[in-house]
């Protein structure tokens, strides 16, 4: 099959590219930009006038929910849901029932996802066994099976000595470990920043140094085993600037942020709505500033969706006992675009930590339009205005508190490996 897509701004921060250009696309990857390779025939010409060729956004946090919480979504319609928003690869969670913690389960997930055809899906394996904080999983099994990297999620440690023989493995193996720092001693019970709004509004606080105290330790246990590490969805200012320190000292690791905390603070807590419930939680103005400026120095390498569809019953409740988690994969990108037309970053940076930043950070061949890349591309129209409604949702989750939102920015079509998926 030989597609050629015409007249469209190909922005591809990989190649420090922005410019309107054809690309031709053979045999499920990219073989030219600009003019076509000798005697070139395309099968199919797409006129992409006035539309943006991106790269397939890259996303390092998305539940599937598949095997075990069918209620709330399914491979099959988060992936529908990833392709619907330019989403061509994800990283997703190993918290499934049962845990990613058995190659059968990381193959079974792959297999499905395979089946659907819509995205790329590379799963995280379970740190420990039944992500109980315990004994350690069979990591290089893990690996071995399709697995990117390994990660505990949020689930605590036994102890200290077990996270350290656990990243000591990990580094003898060559292997990617995934942090999200949580002291569960001070963030146990909490559902809000601990700050005036928690405190005014009689909601349990989650202080800034639940993830600060826990970061501390990880970094220096990572600086002494030397094990590949990513830190996933960081959220306060101190995290930024002891992520900035350790990389300045020389230390080889990556982060990431959800984009909910780049776009909104506590004081949407005021209403209780539970559409805002998320771990971590939404912090100050001051700690989202921070956040915008560890992605502009560069300390910071990727955006996520931190996608978790829940059904509607797990949001009707009072605040504190609602489940934590937005579904927002599909409209990653146009949320996102707030931050460039609110002048709050460059189009290239975002770009970059929805594309080829996130896809280094896991060492993922993606995100890239280069010549000799699988054809993975969305068409963006940037100027569109459109509502996102309940009966045009691609997620089976009910939980995000842009529905019924009028969204400016929609995909129109997503391509993995030269394939139309969406």
């Not at 015409?6 to 073989?31: C, H, M, T, Y």
């Not at 790329?120 to 099976?145: E, H, I, R, W």
């Not at 300390?299 to 605040?319: G, L, N």
């Amino acid at each position: 099959m030989k597609l050629c897509i015409r007249n469209g701004r190909i922005i591809d921060p990989s190649q420090d590219l922005d410019a309107i250009r054809d690309l031709f696309i053979e045999d499920e990857k990219v073989v030219a930009i600009g003019d076509a390779p000798v005697g070139f025939v395309a099968d199919e010409d797409v006129d992409a006038t006035g539309l943006w060729v991106l790269p397939g956004l890259v996303d390092l946090g998305v539940s599937l929910r598949e095997p075990g919480y069918s209620q709330k979504g399914s491979i099959a319609s988060e992936t529908r849901a990833a392709a619907s928003g330019g989403v061509t690869t994800v990283v997703c969670s190993p918290d499934t029932s049962p845990i990613v913690d058995t190659p059968a389960v990381a193959a079974l997930i792959q297999d499905k996802a395979l089946a659907a055809g819509q995205a790329n899906v590379f799963p995280l394996g379970a740190l420990t066994q039944g992500l109980s904080g315990k004994a350690l999983s069979n990591m290089v099994a893990l690996t071995d099976a399709g697995c990117v990297a390994l990660s505990n999620q949020r689930h605590a440690m036994d102890s200290t000595k077990v996270l350290s023989r656990a990243l000591e493995y990990a580094a003898t193996h060559d292997l990617l470990v995934v942090f999200h720092s949580d002291e569960k001693s001070l963030s146990d019970g909490g559902c809000a920043h601990e700050g005036v709004i928690s405190m005014t509004h009689g909601l349990a606080g989650i202080p800034d140094i639940a993830e600060t105290v826990a970061l501390a330790r990880d970094l220096i246990l990572v600086e002494r085993t030397g094990v590949k590490a990513h830190f996933a969805r960081l959220s306060s200012a101190k995290s930024i600037e002891m992520i900035t320190q350790a990389r300045l000292s020389g230390m080889d690791v990556t982060a990431d942020i959800a984009l909910h905390n780049l776009l909104l603070t506590d004081q949407v807590l005021s209403e209780f709505n539970g559409q805002y419930h998320v771990l971590p939680p939404l912090r100050s103005e001051e700690d989202r500033l921070a956040l915008l400026e560890g992605i502009s120095n560069g300390v910071i390498t990727a955006i996520c969706s931190d996608h978790q569809p829940h059904e509607k019953m797990a949001k009707i409740a009072p605040f504190s006992a609602t489940e934590p988690g937005m579904a927002n994969i599909e409209v990653l990108l146009p949320l996102a675009m707030k931050l460039v037309h609110g002048g709050e970053l460059d189009l290239k940076t975002l770009l970059t930590c929805l594309t080829v930043g996130p896809a280094n950070s896991f060492g993922i061949d993606a995100g890239s339009l280069s010549v000799g890349n699988f054809a993975d591309f969305c068409l963006f129209d940037s100027g569109l205005s459109w509502l996102w409604t309940q009966g045009n949702k691609k997620t089976k989750g009910h939980n995000s508190p842009y529905l019924g939102d009028e969204i400016v920015g929609k995909v129109q079509a997503t391509y993995l490996s030269g394939k139309k998926v969406y």
